[in-house]
């Protein structure tokens, strides 16, 4: 396994609340695994001090890095930054770096106290640049502070991307179960999964117009036991499948 | 607010490795809103028993109940049931009612010891019927336990609801900013939230086209005082509208 772990934080009631469908986990969690970042956690928090300072010193002490998303616009429920400072003990103000950045989308009188709240940044973070809106995202220590809308989210992601740490690609294979139920091989799977420990193994149910589809999907970091694994499981859909018709 | 609250535990590698979106979050975030329940915390995690078990011992003694979904099927990856059972520390073992209910789908001769998994429930448990494949769910003390597929999740949600105690429904209206920015209205909106204490007041950004579409949107159990937020609100928009072109 990679020692590169993440955790993501998504802060907001719209969330909670299900008025907001969430669009960013999906996306963050296929970039990390892309990149060989393990993604071992996710969280989603409403926007209270304490339940994200909380969260915040929770994940950030227990993986390598902490993605957060929401709460760093320019309105009173816009709390992030502000817990993010409370979490490390540090100090929040004004950033002349980021008021910087924030007067190539407005003019001067327009920065009201309200959209210089976009412009707080903890002390000692680095900032990650917004090409959509300017308002900055930022990277304290270990934790990755990006916008809830998902399309500035992105354009963070994409940049503070460089800075981290990356481990070895996890590789997939997947293997359809041609229309066997789970219950038919789900015994020799678990034999398979038994001998090749390096390699992870899920069994996937989909439902489909007409009946189940079940998927097989070997993940692992080591190629020849990847494939030893996927010829393993491979023979058994095959031998299972010219014993009984596909139903 | 509501002293009825509640946490998913969506349960599964593949929503982390993101080759599978969660679509259970956003479902039953609008489903518990619209009974009575308070979202107040999602959680995910991979397919490892101590966080499993950690996290359900966590949540269910933290909110009145603890949504689980996933890791209920027949194969070795599937150990939210043998997790719920630790958690509780209770046996788990076989249940004939849960056989019974299979054996509407299966003939006795198809439950082979990985489809008699699914069968096993932790003793104490009452049972959530499955009408698409069978193979039930289980609520313990306040953990429901669900599928992860998403329609057997939604039937399953539909079975235990009337089991459950609700409280007052969150009514909410939403106040289109009329093309106003964030930050020409948000010094206006933290006064209005201070001053309406019972209300819930957020500002929801949105790219569309040609833009920002903002709304603001109001939550809160007292129809009176939300109306009251909302005059205020609705006062504010307008205001800031006819001193400038809503850019």
Redesign the interface.
Known sequence: MSEVTAAIL?I???????????KN?????????NSGI??????????VEE?IVGAINALRQRYTYLFTTGGI?????DITADCVAKAFGVPIDIDERAVTVMLER?KRE?L????L??ARIPAGADLIDNP?SKAPGFMLGNVIVMAG?P?IMQAMLDNVAPRLKTGAR?L?RTVDAAGLG???Y??G??AI??EHTSV????????QSGGFRNQI?L?GRDEAALEAAEKAVIGLVQGLSSDRAPV
Chains 1, 2 share one sequence.
């Open positions: 998504v907001g009631d719209e969330i909670l609340s299900g008025r907001t469908k969430d986990i999906g996306y963050i969690a296929e970039y990390l695994t393990d993604l071992r956690e996710v969280r989603v928090v409403p926007d339940e616009g320019p309105t009173h429920d407005y327009e009201n106290e309200a959209r709240r976009m959509i809308v399309n996890v997939a789970e219950g038919i789900a015994a799977l678990g999964a038994a992870s193994i899920g069994s996937y149910p989909a439902f999907v993940r």
